[in-house]
């Protein structure tokens, strides 16, 4: 039987569908969880084939309570699956342009030189408000007095994170989610893991104890960075808006 229009489409469309599934879920826990229930499902599959019925039956019965398991247990990864979809390809919200960036840059070394802890969220395409309602709304000039100024040990906003929305400081003082990944890191690391889990931001942290600035993108946290590479990040994050 020769293949029609349609199903040549329909073969390309499902392709398109998978591929953009895989991009969305790389580097996340949820990809292994991918490849774990296509484990799971062929092991189920291949014991029906062989009649081995006894196993069959128990992974038929163990898939209703692995299904609503694993809602529950990656709640997180499939709200930021669904936040995905729905972002789009919409434009990119600018990041911090060249002033505000050396602003930026010359506020986190002074907070890293004094070992004062600090959590800045840039934000890209998915919005934040619903964190920046959690804090205090800003919307100021971005400057490193200023930044100095929120995350100084003590003051009523240091301990949340900060949103920086189109060049501007939008929000301080705001609650970001804690990841469930990375139970060995202190709380502001887990902030920005989880921020980066259930969206496209760029979350800058720093740490109170050893002053290292690190960056959390697509649920992964990266090593510590010196100004120059987190200056070559943010020029990349530029470059792509």
């Not at 895989?22 to 092991?43: D, F, H, M, P, S």
């Not at 505000?100 to 840059?105: D, G, R, S, T, V």
Request: hydrophobic share 50%.
């Amino acid at each position: 039987m020769s293949l029609t229009w349609r199903d040549l489409l329909d073969i390309f469309l499902v392709g398109v569908l998978l591929y953009s599934l895989y991009r969305i879920l790389a580097g996340t826990r949820a990809l292994n969880l991918v490849r774990g229930v296509l484990i799971y499902l062929a092991t189920w599959f291949l014991a029906s084939l062989l009649g081995l019925s006894t196993l069959s039956w128990i992974l038929g019965n163990a898939a209703t309570l692995g299904a609503f398991a694993l809602i529950v247990v990656f709640q997180p990864e499939l709200r930021g699956l669904l936040e995905r979809l729905g972002r789009g390809q919409g434009a990119l919200r600018p990041p911090p342009v060249a002033l505000e960036m050396e602003e930026l840059l010359l506020g986190l070394r002074r907070l890293a030189e004094r070992r004062h802890g600090a959590l800045l969220a840039l934000e890209r395409r998915t919005p934040l408000g619903e964190y920046a309602a959690s804090g205090e709304v800003l919307d100021a000039r971005l400057s490193a007095r200023l930044l100095e100024t929120l995350f100084y040990p003590g003051t009523p906003l240091h301990d949340g994170g900060a949103i920086v929305r189109e060049g501007r400081l939008f929000a301080a003082g705001c609650v970001f989610p804690l990841s469930e990944v990375g139970m060995g890191l202190g709380t502001r690391h887990r902030a920005a893991l989880g921020l980066s889990e259930v969206s496209d931001a760029l979350v800058i942290v720093v740490s109170e104890e050893t002053g290292a600035i690190r960056v959390a993108e697509g649920g992964r946290l990266s090593p510590p960075l010196s100004l120059e590479a987190l200056r070559a990040r943010l020029k990349e994050v530029v470059r792509d808006a």
